[in-house]
């Protein structure tokens, strides 16, 4: 699925007077508090470009009511945890820079509105636990590289609509618990991983358990 929300940044109207800026005008974001003030000028959840200046973006924009970006810099971020969780207007992934980040736990989880993300650079992140957990409107994602990836537990738990998945690289994973519950159109639809043998061997055999656990 590709889907291509970028905006000119004159499309979004927003008062950059009082804010620190970088060099290519964007806006500096340090903190969970000056989200919530950007918050205050974004009623309609149209967001202005932005950098991000912590290397920790837990729980940065959740439960916000962000629903695009006009430019995301997170060329900083090592840790995405929780850092979209709850945003229920938010309907696709925003374009990022995730070459660094090691762990992405929770970080679309009870997204309700989210249809799909990019093909993000997950080439160093270990934890995806909870990663679309209730992402209740997910269809599908792109192939991620999940070679280093040792914590899978409930990662698609919720994702009522997810119809397929691509083939994962699952060597490294020690833990899938409840992976794939829930996961009513997987399981009307017979499972369509591909037919993935290995990977589906492998996922059973740290705990996804049962029929796919698809209950």
């Keep these: 699925m590709n889907r291509n929300f970028s905006f000119h940044p004159d499309e979004v109207e927003f008062n950059y007077s009082g804010w620190d800026l970088d060099s290519k005008g964007r806006i500096i974001i340090e903190s969970r508090k000056d989200v919530l003030d950007l918050m205050d000028q974004c009623k309609d959840g149209y967001i202005p470009r932005l950098t ?4 920790i973006a837990k729980k940065l924009f959740a439960n ?3 629903r695009l970006f006009v430019e995301l810099d997170t060329t900083r971020v090592v840790d995405m945890t929780e850092m979209f969780s709850g945003c229920q207007y938010l309907e696709y992934g925003p374009e ?6 090691t762990n992405m736990e929770s970080m679309f989880s009870y997204c309700v509105s989210l249809t799909g993300i990019p093909t993000y650079n997950t080439s160093k992140v270990d934890n995806m636990s909870y990663m679309f957990k209730n992402a209740l409107s997910l269809m599908e994602i792109p192939l991620l590289d999940t070679s280093n990836v040792t914590n899978m537990d409930f990662m698609f738990y919720g994702c009522d609509t997810l119809y397929k998945v691509p083939i994962l690289n699952v060597e490294k994973v020690q833990s899938a ?21 290995k990977m589906l061997e492998t996922l059973k055999s740290v ?7 698809l209950n």
């Design 52 to 55: 991000i200046y912590s290397k």
């Design 96 to 101: 990022m820079f995730t070459n660094n980040v």
């Design 207 to 213: 705990g996804i358990g049962g029929r796919y656990n």
């Design 64 to 66: 916000t009511k962000v």
């Design 177 to 197: 618990k409840g992976i794939f519950n829930r996961c009513h159109a997987l399981r009307s639809k017979g499972y369509p991983i591909n037919n993935d043998d």
